[in-house]
C-alpha cells in the first residue's frame, strides 16, 4: 500500500460546494484504484460552514491544528471578489503553507493564495470572469486567463468550479502516474484532459464603454450588425475622430484595438449562432467571418476548440 497523502481542503461560508465536491470525488475514487489520500476538511475555527447552496458542510478540525499537508487546496467563493477577504482566513492559509508540500486553489480561491503573498512572482488563473480583477489587484501575479489550472513549482491555481476536477485528476497524475488517473476519470465519466481552455465558456466581449463616451456610437454599431464593414477608417468616421485617436480611445477605454474588438463581437455572434443550433457556415456569414474556413481558424485560435467542436459541446441538451 502507498504511504497516505494527506490532502486538507480549506473551507469557509459561503464556498461553492462542487468547489470541494469535485476533486474530493477525485481523490475519493483513486482510493479504489490503489492511492491512499485522506482528505481533512479544515476551517478558521474548526466549525462547520454554510455553502453556497446554503447546506452546512461538516468539517475536520481547525486549520491551525493541521499538522503537516502533502496537498492544501483552498475552495472558491462569491465572497472573495470585491471584497475584503476574512483577514484571520488569509493568515492562516499563509502559515499552512510551511506545512505543505504542495498549494492548489480552486476557482476564485486564488484571491485567498494571491491575498497571503502566495502568488508573487507567480503565474496563475482563476474563474474566468475575474482573471482581469486578479491580475489588477495583484500586478505581482502573471495570470492566464485562458488556462484551465496553471502549475507554478509547487503551487497549483485552476479556473472555475468544476475545473477542481481538472486540477485534481493532474495532481493524482503527478502522485501515481498516468494509468491509474486515465482509471479514475474513466470511472467518473469525465475527460481526463478536455479540449480547449476557459474562454470557450467565457464571453470573448466583456466591458463597454461608459455610455457617454464618443466609443459608444461605434460599439453600438458594431453590436448590432457584427457582419458588417467594419474597417477602422469607417468607424473613425462614425465617430467623427482621425483612426490614430480612434485606436488611441480604443487602447484607454477598452484594452484593445478596433479590429481586436469587432473580432471579439463576432466570436460572440458566431457563438450565438451556433448556440441557436446554425451551421458553422451559417454561423460564419451571420457573424461577418465570410467563410467557415476563417471562422474555424478564428475559433481554434482564439476558443482552442474548432466551431463544430463548440457546437456539439454546448447545444441543447434536448433530444431531438
Same mark, same amino acid.
Given at each position: %500500500?502507498?504511504?497516505?497523502h494527506?490532502?486538507?481542503?480549506?473551507?469557509?461560508?459561503? %464556498?461553492?460546494?462542487?468547489?470541494?465536491?469535485?476533486?474530493?470525488?477525485?481523490?475519493?475514487e483513486?482510493n479504489?484504484?490503489?492511492?491512499?489520500?485522506?482528505?481533512?476538511?479544515a476551517?478558521?475555527?474548526?466549525?462547520?460552514?454554510?455553502?453556497?447552496?446554503g447546506?452546512?458542510?461538516?468539517? #475536520?478540525?481547525?486549520i491551525?491544528?493541521?499538522?503537516?499537508?502533502?496537498? #492544501? %487546496?483552498?475552495s472558491g467563493?462569491?465572497?472573495?471578489v470585491?471584497?475584503?477577504i476574512?483577514?484571520?482566513?488569509?493568515?492562516?492559509?499563509q502559515?499552512?503553507?510551511?506545512?505543505?508540500?504542495r498549494?492548489?486553489s480552486?476557482? #476564485?480561491g486564488s484571491?485567498?493564495?494571491?491575498?497571503?503573498?502566495?502568488?508573487?512572482?507567480r503565474?496563475a488563473t482563476?474563474?474566468?470572469?475575474?482573471?482581469?480583477?486578479?491580475?489588477?489587484?495583484?500586478?505581482?501575479v502573471?495570470?492566464?486567463?485562458?488556462?484551465?489550472?496553471?502549475?507554478?513549482?509547487?503551487?497549483?491555481?485552476?479556473?472555475?468550479?468544476?475545473?477542481?476536477?481538472?486540477l485534481?485528476?493532474?495532481?493524482?497524475?503527478d502522485?501515481?502516474?498516468?494509468?491509474?488517473?486515465?482509471?479514475v476519470?474513466?470511472?467518473?465519466?469525465?475527460?481526463l484532459?478536455?479540449?480547449?481552455?476557459?474562454?470557450?465558456?467565457?464571453?470573448?466581449?466583456?466591458?463597454n464603454?461608459?455610455t457617454?463616451?464618443v466609443?459608444r456610437?461605434?460599439t453600438d454599431?458594431?453590436?448590432?450588425?457584427?457582419?458588417?464593414?467594419?474597417?477602422?477608417? %469607417?468607424?473613425?468616421a462614425?465617430?467623427?475622430?482621425s483612426?490614430?485617436?480612434?485606436?488611441?480611445l480604443?487602447?484607454?477605454?477598452l484594452?484593445t484595438?478596433?479590429a481586436?474588438?469587432v473580432?471579439?463581437?463576432?466570436?460572440?455572434?458566431?457563438?450565438?449562432?451556433?448556440?441557436?443550433?446554425?451551421?458553422?457556415?451559417d454561423?460564419?456569414?451571420?457573424a461577418?467571418?465570410?467563410s467557415?474556413?476563417?471562422?474555424?481558424?478564428?475559433?481554434?485560435?482564439?476558443l482552442?476548440?474548432?466551431?463544430k467542436?463548440?457546437?456539439?459541446?454546448f447545444?441543447?441538451t434536448?433530444?431531438?
Open positions: %500500500m502507498p504511504a497516505e494527506v490532502v486538507v481542503v480549506v473551507v469557509f461560508d459561503g %464556498m461553492k460546494l462542487l468547489d470541494v465536491a469535485g476533486p474530493a470525488e477525485v481523490f475519493a483513486a479504489r484504484f490503489g492511492a491512499s489520500y485522506r482528505l481533512v476538511m476551517s478558521v475555527d474548526g466549525s462547520d460552514v454554510r455553502t453556497s447552496i447546506a452546512r458542510f461538516a468539517v #475536520t478540525t481547525r491551525d491544528d493541521v499538522e503537516f499537508a502533502d496537498t #492544501t %487546496m483552498v467563493g462569491d465572497e472573495l470585491g471584497r475584503p476574512d483577514p484571520d482566513l488569509v493568515d492562516a492559509v502559515r499552512l503553507r510551511q506545512r505543505s508540500r498549494m492548489a480552486i476557482c #476564485t484571491f485567498v493564495l494571491a491575498r497571503a503573498g502566495l502568488l508573487s512572482g503565474r482563476t474563474h474566468w470572469r475575474h482573471t482581469r480583477l486578479l491580475a489588477r489587484a495583484y500586478p505581482d502573471t495570470v492566464e486567463p485562458d488556462a484551465i489550472f496553471v502549475r507554478d513549482g509547487d503551487v497549483y491555481t485552476s479556473a472555475g468550479v468544476s475545473a477542481g476536477i481538472d485534481a485528476l493532474a495532481l493524482v497524475e502522485d501515481h502516474g498516468a494509468d491509474l488517473v486515465r482509471e476519470a474513466r470511472s467518473l465519466v469525465v475527460f484532459k478536455r479540449s480547449g481552455g476557459q474562454s470557450q465558456f467565457s464571453a470573448a466581449v466583456e466591458a464603454p461608459p457617454r463616451s466609443l456610437v461605434v454599431a458594431i453590436a448590432a450588425d457584427p457582419a458588417a464593414n467594419h474597417n477602422v477608417k %469607417m468607424l473613425a462614425q465617430a467623427s475622430l483612426t490614430r485617436q480612434l485606436t488611441r480604443f487602447q484607454a477605454e484594452g484595438t478596433p481586436r474588438y473580432e471579439a463581437i463576432r466570436v460572440d455572434a458566431a457563438r450565438a449562432a451556433l448556440d441557436a443550433g446554425s451551421s458553422v457556415a454561423a460564419a456569414r451571420t461577418g467571418f465570410g467557415a474556413e476563417t471562422l474555424r481558424r478564428v475559433f481554434i485560435g482564439e482552442g476548440i474548432s466551431p467542436a463548440y457546437r456539439d459541446r447545444r441543447s434536448a433530444r431531438g
